[in-house]
């Protein structure tokens, strides 16, 4: 099991320019989501999906756009990257919710750092 | 809307000696703790939770907490740290059921003196 894979690993974006990152994982979770890490900003929700199709906002959405076309696929889109987009960004997955067990263990992708001049 | 706090950016310790992280959440019922770490360059790992019953929680590496309602914390303990256990340590709370998301703090990091 490869877990929660993140391409690509570093990216250099100039103001205005697009690009997609890609979250995979294998461990057919449900939940699916993209955070920014900032120093002292600790990790910051963009946006999440709760399964195939679906998505909504996090804490900070504005200026990323997310897809979830495939279960195991979380795409992050960036449509005209601005030098606040530097940061680190992760993405976790995790089991769906249950009377059980209401939050599970959230997966974590290694990041992909991105420095937009 | 819950909140969790984390007092300290930096902590340094001496390999050997034994460390407390702390740890302040805000919500009026239970709430659903947690505490990951994240080693420099990787992604973030969960050491332990708490949902319910015993207020001290084991986790992996040698790490534990305790859950203190009258305190609203939930600290996070080692009783002798190792050069390894360098790294982030991140606070986060899951309050209303099924809410789909949880809140992290801001990380302390962790400094660990030879």
């Known amino acids: 099991n490869a877990g929660v894979t993140q391409t690509p690993k570093f990216r250099v974006l100039k103001t205005g320019q697009s690009m997609t990152l890609l979250c995979a994982q294998d461990?057919?979770?449900?939940?699916m989501y993209w955070y920014r890490q900032d120093p002292g900003m600790g990790l910051r929700l963009i946006h999440y999906?709760?399964?195939?199709?679906?998505?909504a906002k996090g804490e900070v959405p504005d200026g990323y756009n997310v897809s979830r076309l495939k279960k195991q696929n979380f795409l992050l889109g960036l449509e005209s990257a601005a030098p606040s987009q530097t940061s680190v960004y992760f993405c976790?997955?995790?089991?769906?919710?249950?009377?059980?067990?209401?939050?599970?263990?959230?997966?974590f992708g290694p990041g992909t750092r991105l420095t937009v001049l | 809307a819950q909140s969790v706090t984390q007092p300290d950016i930096h902590i340094t310790v001496s390999e050997g000696a034994s460390l407390e992280l702390r740890c302040n959440y805000s919500?009026?019922?239970?709430?659903?703790l947690f505490w990951y770490v994240q080693s420099p360059g990787q992604g973030l790992q969960l050491l332990l939770k708490?949902?319910?019953?015993?207020?001290l929680v084991q986790g992996i590496k040698g790490f534990e907490a305790e859950f203190k309602r009258s305190q609203s914390s939930f600290n996070l303990r080692k009783p002798s740290v190792h050069w390894s256990d360098a790294a982030e340590y991140f606070c986060?709370?899951?309050?209303?059921?099924?809410?789909?998301?949880?809140?992290f703090g801001k990380g302390t990091r962790l400094h660990i003196l030879p």
């Open positions: 919500y009026g019922a239970t709430p659903y």
């Open positions: 708490y949902f319910s019953g015993d207020t």
């Open positions: 986060a709370v899951g309050a209303e059921y099924r809410d789909d998301k949880i809140i």
């Open positions: 976790a997955s995790t089991l769906s919710p249950s009377l059980a067990a209401p939050y599970n263990e959230q997966f």
């Open positions: 461990m057919n979770h449900e939940y």
């Open positions: 999906s709760v399964g195939e199709g679906t998505t």
